[in-house]
């Protein structure tokens, strides 16, 4: 079963940046709907960000001007600049298969903001 595998958290000082990636194990298609999401500890799970097929993004409040989503084909990224230490999370990626309805997530990876 093909899985999304996410890339590129770590630890990064308050006002630094960091770029997550996110890609599928094997071949995936009909993909129309990409996101990524986050949860803190003792905190739901929350929408930080998505794109459509059609280029439209959307933000949470708390990471608009900050953050700016992408994709290039079927690879998922977050660009995140200007961090705060409210940003530390585990950052999970989620992409929607239209054709079958279903939703794909990544394992997760860990995002500190900490001086």
């Known amino acids: 079963q093909v899985q999304l595998v996410e890339s590129g958290g770590g630890l990064v000082q308050p006002g630094g940046s960091l770029r997550l990636s996110c890609a599928p194990s094997?071949?995936?298609?009909?993909?129309?709907?990409m996101a990524w999401h986050r949860q803190a500890p003792g905190v739901l799970r929350e929408l930080v960000a998505s794109?459509?097929?059609?280029?439209s993004t959307d933000y949470n409040d708390s990471v608009k001007g900050r953050f700016t989503i992408s994709r290039d084909k079927n690879t998922l990224y977050l660009q995140m600049n200007k961090m705060e230490p409210e940003d530390t999370a585990v950052y999970y990626c989620?992409?929607?298969?239209?054709?079958?309805?279903?939703?794909?997530w990544g394992q997760g990876t860990q995002v500190t903001v900490s001086s």
């Open positions: 989620n992409f929607r298969q239209w054709s079958s309805g279903k939703f794909f």
């Open positions: 794109i459509r097929n059609d280029g």
């Open positions: 094997g071949s995936i298609h009909s993909v129309d709907f």
